[in-house]
């Protein structure tokens, strides 16, 4: 199997795949967090400054997830597959819900009727806060594992996906996303609405450490296998250790009310809890407990080695200049909010 700085095209395309849907995680996690808290603003006013805080950004941070989609069908094409027919009911309500949103941040400036600006607010809100829940419940059923038949082919109902851990890690991805996006207002607002975002960042944070302590208490009581990784290689405990300092970091900032630096500390935490998902499961993504030889892995579920060679190269261009583009629309944006007749 050809090989590039140690590692085989496979592994490489598994780490393309999960770069890009962390990048995706940080980007939109901030934007669905701000429609999280979005209800509690009650003035009209910081209602919109809120929406225009993530105006410029949020459709394109919506693009890592397109581009997060079409890496992972081209390279692991079964498990592409495979995913979208086991998640299927979760999938198709995760796009009405994020259409939804969608609609609902484009219209609301449409008419100055405040019933249908209320609307929109709660179906803004109530999407992203949706939208959150589900990524988590998709996120905790892979870290279970769910049951696959020789063909790998998903053999179970889309209710079994609604299993108490897997609320949970959606619940703290919820939790995640709240706190991110209320550390992002932060750096986006001024005076009134300042001082309600920097209470709303203390709460959203308590919010997030307690659920990130029941659900790793919860992920060590019951799936030991998920620190397996962990125990044979200790050097590796470098990365929880990591994330814990990240946390830590984020409520040290917070006090000091220096923002961007907890906003940064925020999106490693983000990157680290992925880091150790994917580790524990390497080489399998796809784990089949009902009968673990059916389990999809970056090597039975791969395209060809000659495929993915190619695309590593697109790749190799492709994704910086994503991320320089990404790059750039912040630094245009970047400052206070200010209103004006073409805000939202």
Not at 60 to 88: K, Q, R, T
Not at 163 to 179: C, G, K, Q, R
Not at 207 to 212: D, K, P, R
Request: no cysteine; proline share 4%; charged share 15%.
């Amino acid at each position: 199997m050809e090989t590039f700085l140690g590692f085989d095209y496979p592994t490489l395309w598994f780490f393309v795949v999960g770069g890009v849907f962390t990048g995706y995680a940080i980007l939109d996690g901030f934007d669905l967090g701000a429609g999280a808290v979005h209800l509690f603003f009650r003035k009209e006013k910081s209602r919109r400054i809120a929406l225009n805080a993530i105006g410029p950004v949020w459709d394109g941070n919506e693009v890592w997830l397109v581009i997060g989609g079409g890496a992972l069908f081209a390279g692991f094409p079964i498990i592409y597959a495979n995913m979208f027919s086991a998640f299927y009911i979760p999938f198709m309500l995760f796009l009405v819900v994020l259409i939804f949103r969608a609609i609902g941040i484009e219209v609301r400036s449409k008419e100055e009727n405040k019933t249908w600006r209320k609307f929109w607010d709660v179906a803004y809100s109530l999407s992203s806060i949706l939208i959150a829940f589900l990524l988590g419940v998709v996120v905790g059923n892979i870290i279970l594992g769910i049951p696959l038949d020789e063909d790998h082919l998903f053999r179970g109902s889309w209710l079994d996906f609604l299993n108490p851990y897997s609320i949970l890690v959606a619940i703290t991805t919820v939790a995640l996303f709240m706190m991110h996006g209320s550390i992002y207002l932060t750096m986006k607002t001024e005076d009134r609405l300042y001082d309600r975002l920097t209470v709303l960042v203390k709460n959203s944070t308590i919010f997030f450490v307690m659920s990130l302590i029941v659900v790793t208490i919860y992920t060590l009581l019951y799936l030991p296998h998920m620190v397996d990784q962990l125990s044979a290689h200790p050097v590796m405990f470098i990365i929880p250790l990591i994330m814990m300092l990240a946390v830590a970091n984020i409520t040290r900032q917070i006090s000091k009310r220096k923002y961007l630096y907890a906003f940064l500390s925020s999106a490693l935490v983000m990157a680290m809890l992925l880091i150790i998902v994917a580790l524990e499961l390497y080489p399998t993504v796809i784990f089949a407990p009902n009968s673990p030889e059916n389990s999809l892995t970056v090597y039975n579920a791969a395209s060809s080695e000659k495929s993915l060679g190619i695309m590593l190269t697109f790749a190799a261009i492709g994704v910086p200049l994503v991320a320089s583009y990404t790059a750039f629309v912040f630094y245009t944006f970047r400052g206070k909010v200010k209103l004006d007749e073409t805000s939202y």
